[in-house]
């Protein structure tokens, strides 16, 4: 399993949060999302198919894009 932590600095709530959680746990492979509001990160545990990419990519399409 692998782990990756993303900024996003659009997160600014707990809604925001819970937004990135639904839509990446649809993600084929991605275990497990949690996100922190203060820090603007999620942290993420994914197995293949998921590659930071394609998260990267559900990110952007929910407008939660990741900071480069």
Do not use: R, W
């Not at 600095?9 to 746990?25: E, R, T, Y």
């Not at 922190?36 to 990110?59: G, H, M, R, W, Y």
Request: proline content about 6%; hydrophobic content about 40%; some cysteine.
């Amino acid at each position: 399993m692998e782990k990756a932590t993303l900024s996003v600095p659009n997160i600014s709530c707990g809604h925001c949060v819970m937004a990135i959680q639904k839509a990446l746990q649809e993600t084929e492979g991605v275990q497990k999302v949690e996100g922190d509001p203060n820090t603007k990160e999620i942290q993420v545990e994914f197995d293949a198919p998921a590659t930071v990419d394609s998260i990267k990519a559900a990110l952007k399409e929910i407008n939660y894009p990741a900071a480069e």
